[in-house]
């Protein structure tokens, strides 16, 4: 049975750095396609970044050049590190997996697995 389970999140003020992780078990290879989501009580889940089986990125604009995501294969660990964090970042954070997949996108429905999200709160 896959399993997601993401670690890392936290509380923090505006300006520092959380990173979080997603540790993928019950696959026995490398998972192709990763990512992070965010959702705020009341509005949609939105797509932060993912990774694709090319390892090519993809990231919201608002978290572009604050944000990094990255996978280690040998681990099967997904990584999301976040840098000048502002208010608006606080969400549930969730990682998603695709077990085999060419090309992904911010879009929830590429994805099959999903960890139970951690929280990360951002205080002024």
């Known amino acids: 049975q896959v399993e997601l389970v993401e670690s890392g999140g936290g509380s923090i003020q505006a300006g520092g750095s959380l990173r979080l992780s997603c540790l993928v078990s019950g696959w026995p290879k490398s998972v192709d396609c990763m990512g992070w989501f965010r959702q705020v009580p009341g509005k949609e889940r939105e797509g932060v970044a993912t990774?694709?089986?090319?390892?090519?990125?993809r990231y919201a604009d608002v978290v572009q050049g604050r944000f990094t995501i990255s996978k280690d294969n040998a681990k099967n660990t997904l990584y999301l590190e976040m840098n000048s964090l502002k208010p608006t970042d606080t969400a549930m954070y969730y990682c998603?997996?695709?077990?085999?997949?060419?090309?992904?996108?911010?879009?929830?429905?590429?994805?099959?697995?999903w960890g139970r999200g951690a929280q990360v709160t951002v205080s002024t």
């Open positions: 990774v694709d089986s090319d390892g090519n990125l």
């Open positions: 998603a997996a695709e077990l085999s997949c060419g090309t992904v996108d911010l879009y929830d429905f590429y994805f099959t697995y």
